[in-house]
């Protein structure tokens, strides 16, 4: 292996061999001596990978550092130095790493793949502007990350422009904008643009300027002939405006000259793509008497496909689902016509696994122990999602789950009819969907290897009750994903619950959207604390957050309580947060451990409970 008569002792094919030999010692060695050229960036490459595969990662970074500054376009480099920033806590970092990676137009699914695992877990932004253009690109992938899990920060990142920043201080000294200014200005922030199309935009004074833009719009003579960058703007404010569900307070003023404008409209029998998308930020065009007729005059507007292309699509595809039987139970009638209502949730892209894993696999990634994971003999494995809604959670779980067979049921039909659609959008032919409540199940003779029910049990009349049937449909040893609300994490929620009398009737949108304009207004503590949930930002997540029909909270004594009637074994939470990973590790399968630390850390689970369980032999 030697080459004593090369300037290089070493070629790089030998490096690789010894890397892939698992040498990384002798690597380290060659790569700090005299044997190897120290100007070539591929050598602080390799040195670089043997530290990070000898756990030595602040070496790692100064070596992955040290190539990128011989060649700033090693792509390799700037990937691999991304990764191991994520590893010690520094995404915003990473997020510069994989943006100066893109600069050079190699390996970009990889890059925005990771840029997109970086970005989750950003919670300062500062100096991340700069990155807005990759970032504006990312928005537009639609299957690398859950635009829910990056709103905030895209939200922080995108007011660091100083466009947006001038906008926003006039409104708030209260001047008046020109309107096609503004219109013009904003067509060009990429960012804010393509994250409107996708996501409820989770900043307050971000709102207040689109609502004024929106308003201004409604009460202006806009020209025939705007400029391309102009309209770009006001498509966006109308699709964001449908992915928040209508949740933006609209005065009785707006109400009426809306009213007029749809009239006007009706009796002309046709209407400019403007006034289209004016329409469309205030109401969905199909429920407009005109709007099927007269909409799909512009077929192409990406506005005219969801409002209602999709929406006549998906009434097709309820024709055929299978009906398990009639809602009896009364809780289960309320909460049906509640997602009647407000299909939940309304999602336009999601997160999936580009890989599909084995049980073993999904278990590993998640750092949970399962104490015996059934033999597979080759047969699809079958998955249960008790509660599907709009199909986000089944549709991945399909990409999820190794050769799986999936059943997803839910009580509201025109949820499921939106996850018809997403599951079709996505290629996808292993899902099966019927419309049925989970106390319907006692006589499903199907049995399953894993059942998810998340975010579900906890609306039912008796958890406990829904819990045991989901239980029988169990095989043996089979494995349970639960989702509950903490009881201690949503103090917030529940001060919100006694400022509202009766607040398990059903509440309409424009009451809900009444109540959040004047929540927005307020200086309260749970006020502020309301707004640091995603859900406070869209109608149906809202409706869900605090004005459902029926609600549980548990604590962690209480699952114990019915883990151990119905003899499953707790497994582990699934965790995210960096903060308590450390801790994870040592007691995620022993719930009074996590008692106490849920006690001493009550925001833990704000999302809700999220953990494994099997059935015990």
């Given at each position: 292996m030697t080459k004593s008569t090369q300037a290089d002792t070493y070629t790089d094919q030998d490096l690789i061999e010894l890397c892939n030999a698992g040498h990384f010692d002798e690597v380290k060695r060659i790569a700090q001596s005299h044997e190897v050229d120290h100007e070539r960036a591929f050598v602080h490459l390799i040195l670089g990978y043997s530290h990070a595969a000898t756990n030595d990662l602040n070496a790692a970074i100064v070596s992955y550092e040290t190539a990128v500054h011989i060649q700033p376009d090693y792509v390799d480099a700037l990937n691999n130095l991304g990764l191991l920033l994520i590893d010690v806590g520094r995404p915003?970092?990473?997020?510069?790493?994989?943006?100066?990676?893109?600069?050079?137009?190699?390996?970009?699914?990889?890059?925005?793949?990771?840029?997109a695992v970086a970005l989750c877990a950003v919670e300062e932004t500062d100096g991340l502007g700069e990155a807005s253009g990759s970032l504006a690109r990312l928005m537009q992938q639609s299957s690398l990350f859950r635009p829910a899990d990056v709103s905030f920060a895209v939200a922080k990142i995108a007011k660091q422009s100083q466009v947006l920043q001038r906008y926003i201080r006039a409104i708030k000294s209260g001047f008046g904008l020109n309107l096609e200014e503004v219109l013009q200005d904003l067509g060009t922030e990429e960012l804010l643009l393509n994250f409107m199309k996708i996501c409820p935009i989770p900043d307050l004074e971000i709102e207040a300027l689109l609502r004024q833009l929106r308003m201004q719009l409604l009460f202006s003579d806009i020209p025939n002939a705007l400029s391309e960058v102009m309209f770009r703007t006001v498509e966006a404010?109308?699709?964001q405006c449908d992915v928040n569900e209508y949740v933006y307070f609209e005065t009785p003023e707006e109400t009426a000259r809306l009213t007029e404008l749809v009239a006007t409209i009706d009796e002309v029998g046709s209407c400019s793509t403007?006034?289209?998308?004016?329409?469309?930020?205030y109401r969905s065009l199909h429920s407009l008497g005109w709007g099927s007729e007269i909409a799909v005059q512009h077929a192409d507007c990406e506005v005219v496909k969801r409002h209602v292309l999709h929406f006549e699509h998906e009434q097709r595809l309820l024709q055929d689902i299978p009906f398990t039987g009639e809602l009896e139970n009364e809780v289960s009638q309320k909460v049906s016509a509640q997602?009647?209502?407000?299909?939940?949730?309304?999602?336009?892209?999601?997160?999936?696994q580009p890989n599909a894993l084995t049980l073993p696999q999904v278990f590993s990634n998640l750092a949970i122990q399962v104490p015996y994971l059934n033999v597979r003999d080759g047969s699809a494995l079958k998955v249960l999602i008790a509660g599907c809604g709009t199909g986000q959670q089944s549709i991945s779980a399909a990409k999820k789950y190794a050769n799986s067979q999936i059943t997803a049921i839910d009580i509201s039909r025109r949820s499921l009819g939106y996850a018809m659609r997403k599951t079709e959008e996505f290629g996808i032919d292993t899902i099966t969907y019927r419309h049925a409540d989970i106390l319907d199940l006692t006589n499903f003779e199907e049995r399953f290897d894993v059942i998810e029910c998340v975010g579900v049990l906890h609306h039912m009349e008796n958890p406990a009750l829904g819990w045991s049937v989901l239980r029988e449909l169990l095989v043996e040893n089979g494995l349970m994903r639960i989702g509950l609300y903490s009881r201690t994490a949503r103090s917030a929620i529940h001060q919100a619950w006694d400022k509202i009398e009766g607040q398990r009737k059903n509440y309409s949108n424009t009451e809900i959207v009444k109540y959040r304009d004047d929540l927005a207004r307020s200086e309260t503590l749970h006020a502020k604390e309301l707004?640091?949930?995603?859900?406070?930002?869209?109608?149906?997540?809202l409706r869900d957050l605090i004005f459902n029909v029926h609600e549980h909270n548990f604590s962690i004594d209480e699952i114990q309580s019915i883990l151990t009637r119905l003899k499953l074994e707790f497994c582990g939470f699934e965790i995210q947060k960096d903060t308590v990973k450390s801790d994870f590790i040592n007691r995620n399968n022993n719930l009074e451990s996590w008692k106490a630390f849920e006690a001493e850390n009550p925001n833990t689970f704000s999302a809700m409970y999220q953990f494994w369980c099997q059935a015990k032999s």
């Open positions: 915003a970092d990473a997020v510069l790493k994989f943006h100066q990676a893109l600069q050079y137009k190699q390996s970009e699914d990889i890059l925005f793949a990771n840029m404010i109308a699709l403007w006034q289209l998308h004016i329409c469309a930020s997602y009647e209502e407000n299909p939940y949730p309304r999602w336009i892209s999601t997160y999936l707004f640091s949930f995603l859900d406070a930002y869209s109608t149906s997540e």
